[in-house]
């Protein structure tokens, strides 16, 4: 088992929270959670009302494109999210910092850069 520093481990936790609430609140700009599945957003599809024409065709179109442009960045960031609610949730059962696949401790440089690392610097280099 790995000995992080308190006062490591706690910053690291702070930098997590406040990641995470930044990630909600940009998801927010334009995705609703869904309440059914966990970790899940549903980027909001456009609504185009009662009107009809040409003009709303052609806005019909652009917020249709603007919608799919918005899904593969709804994408990244719930996985952002996923790993790290994952990291909080091994900081809570005394298990973060250590390595998923060698067990050895993982680097306090690598955690510091990426708080949410799951593997090691040296299982991460291809062999």
């Not at 930044?22 to 966990?38: I, T, W």
């Not at 980027?43 to 052609?58: C, K, W």
Request: glycine share 8%.
């Amino acid at each position: 088992m790995i000995k992080i520093g308190k006062k490591f481990l706690f910053q690291l936790r702070e930098n997590l929270k406040k990641e995470k609430g930044e990630l909600e609140e940009e998801l927010k700009r334009f995705a609703k959670k869904d309440e059914k599945l966990e970790g899940n957003w549903e980027t909001r599809f456009p609504y185009f009302g009662e009107e009809s024409g040409g003009g709303i065709l052609e806005k019909a179109a652009d917020e249709v494109e603007k919608y799919s442009a918005l899904l593969p960045i709804e994408y990244s960031l719930e996985l952002k999210l996923r790993e790290i609610n994952l990291a909080l949730k091994r900081i809570k059962k005394g298990k973060y910092g250590i390595c998923e696949k060698c067990r050895k401790p993982i680097e306090a440089e690598r955690l510091r850069a990426f708080p949410e690392a799951k593997i090691c610097s040296k299982c991460l280099k291809p062999r």
